[in-house]
């Protein structure tokens, strides 16, 4: 303006995006934890929610979620059909989203082969196995219709908030704290991808 030049409804547009842009998420800085992924091998892998309204599977949710460098909001919202089994391989594939907007598009794929013979380490496929086979011998299942890979009680996708709760009752069955020094959550949606991405 200052050179003569008139200001534009596109500058104004861009210059209320870039505000938001540079404001969003100020605050402390926070990082989620990672579980201590070898103990968390070892939990016992029982199918009921840790409290009602939770995701069913739970345990097995968080491996499966830390081996795939999942968010909170990829593993609550995926499908058993995200799942192709190649049984000759011994390998298990997860359909993914292809972008953080839309959680629901299957637009990559990330593989893991059978790892029973890494001592200490959770196999992916057999933990998938176990997931499938439990969705089989559930009352009523049928092949033809898509079901939530990891049901609340009530059969339908668990929330974010709900997920990131089952994370945190982990972490205190790991023995590790939820809160840090300066009052920040320790686990969030996170933690499984940077489990992952340190194991």
């Known amino acids: 303006i200052e050179e003569g030049h008139a200001w534009t409804q596109l500058l104004d547009y861009t210059n209320k995006w870039v505000i938001r842009s540079v404001l969003r998420g100020i605050g402390p800085a926070r990082q989620s934890c990672p ?31 830390s081996l795939f460098l999942l968010r909170e909001i990829e593993a609550s919202t995926a499908n058993l059909s ?74 339908l996708h668990p929330s974010k908030h709900l997920v990131v709760e089952t994370f945190e009752a982990i972490g205190t069955m790991l023995g590790q704290p939820l809160v840090t020094q300066a009052g920040l959550r320790e686990f969030g949606g996170h933690t499984p991808r940077v489990t992952g991405s340190r194991e």
Request: hydrophobic residues 45%; charged residues 20%.
């Open 82 to 155: 995200a799942w192709p089994f190649d049984r000759e391989e011994v390998e298990l594939s997860w359909r993914l989203p292809s972008s953080k907007t839309d959680h629901m598009a299957l637009g990559t794929s990330r593989t893991w082969p059978c790892l029973c013979d890494i001592d200490n380490f959770a196999c992916p496929y057999h933990i998938a196995v176990e997931v499938r086979d439990w969705h089989v011998a559930q009352p009523g299942y049928n092949e033809a219709v898509d079901v939530p890979l990891f049901p609340n009680l009530a059969g």
């Open 35 to 65: 579980f201590k992924f070898v103990r968390l091998c070892r939990l016992t892998r029982a199918p009921a929610p840790m409290v009602v309204g939770r995701p069913q599977m739970p345990v097995h949710m968080a491996i499966l979620s």
